[in-house]
């Protein structure tokens, strides 16, 4: 079992910067592969970014290539999720996500544990 719980979301002008940080409980962190999601208003959870279990591979949304940094400190037990040059189409509850297995990064339904979530508001 892993629980994990976000933080570092708010209110900000469209070109700021954010740091969303997830916190996972438990000893086997370094164990699972993590991602970050986020989900406007509507049914669709969006796939933002991955982080290999070691931290040595990323991947990225198109939407937020260049824009948005994913680092793990297997130490900390913690993940983050460096947003800068914040636009308002990145309004969004943004989740992490913990994967146990090596399944697809993108899809929602290949992760196992999830956060609680935490809200991001960019005001244009």
């Known amino acids: 079992q892993v629980q994990l719980v976000e933080s570092g979301g708010g209110l900000v002008q469209a070109g700021g910067s954010l740091r969303l940080s997830c916190a996972a409980s438990?000893?086997?962190?370094?164990?699972?592969?993590m991602g970050w999601f986020r989900q406007a208003p509507g049914p669709e959870r969006e796939f933002v970014a991955r982080i290999s279990r070691s931290g040595g591979r990323t991947y990225y949304a198109d939407s937020v290539k260049g824009r948005f940094t994913i680092s793990r400190d297997n130490a900390k037990n913690t993940v983050y999720l460096q947003m800068d040059s914040l636009k308002s189409e990145d309004t969004a509850v943004y989740y992490c996500a913990a994967d146990a297995g090596a399944g697809l990064p993108t899809v929602p339904g290949q992760y196992d544990y999830w956060g609680q979530g935490t809200q991001v508001t960019v005001s244009s």
């Open positions: 438990g000893r086997t962190f370094s164990s699972y592969a």
